[in-house]
């Protein structure tokens, strides 16, 4: 059974009237609707928690994601902008009567950044360790000149 603010949500959306009559409300931890046979009708996606923070070489970002394996997470870049997605799957199956507390965020997150300043996509680095994702992006040395050489078509 969903929850009260998702339900006002619906509602004020005007998507509660849209639902498939075969569509009941299950709203747990990944607010996932579920049809009566049990199938995922939709899910949403976690927004994943980051702390991002300069050096004068770099642009680094991090992020706990403790219980996510290095090949559940997908890291792009493109132009000024880095996105971060992944997802957390849970080992047990819980009814969700038997929670006291369902805190832990599981299933899939995505986070997208706009970088603050130029930087190598080249040379981009990513590191998990002790659950903590950390990226480094060099930063573009815009100090650096660059001879551009001409050449004659004669």
Do not use: H
Not at 34 to 48: H, P, Y
Not at 52 to 58: K, L
Not at 68 to 75: L, T
Not at 102 to 125: H, K, M, N, T
């Amino acid at each position: 059974m969903a929850n009260s603010k998702f339900k006002s949500f619906l509602r004020s959306s005007g998507a509660e009237q849209e639902l498939p009559k075969s569509v009941e409300l299950e709203v747990g931890n990944a607010d996932i609707l579920r049809d009566k046979d049990g199938d995922d009708w939709m899910e949403s996606e976690g927004q994943l928690t980051i702390d991002v923070y300069q050096t004068p070489q770099d642009i680094i970002i991090k992020s706990a994601v403790a219980g996510v394996k290095p090949e559940d997470i997908d890291i792009s870049i493109t132009n000024d902008m880095v996105t971060i997605k992944g997802k957390r799957e849970v080992e047990d199956t819980i009814k969700s009567d038997d929670y006291f507390y369902q805190e832990c965020y599981w299933g899939r997150f995505s986070r997208s950044v706009i970088l603050p300043v130029d930087v190598d996509s080249d040379r981009v680095a990513a590191n998990l360790k002790n659950g903590i994702l950390t990226v480094k992006l060099p930063k573009v040395d815009k100090a650096k000149v660059k001879k551009i050489k001409i050449k004659s078509d004669n």
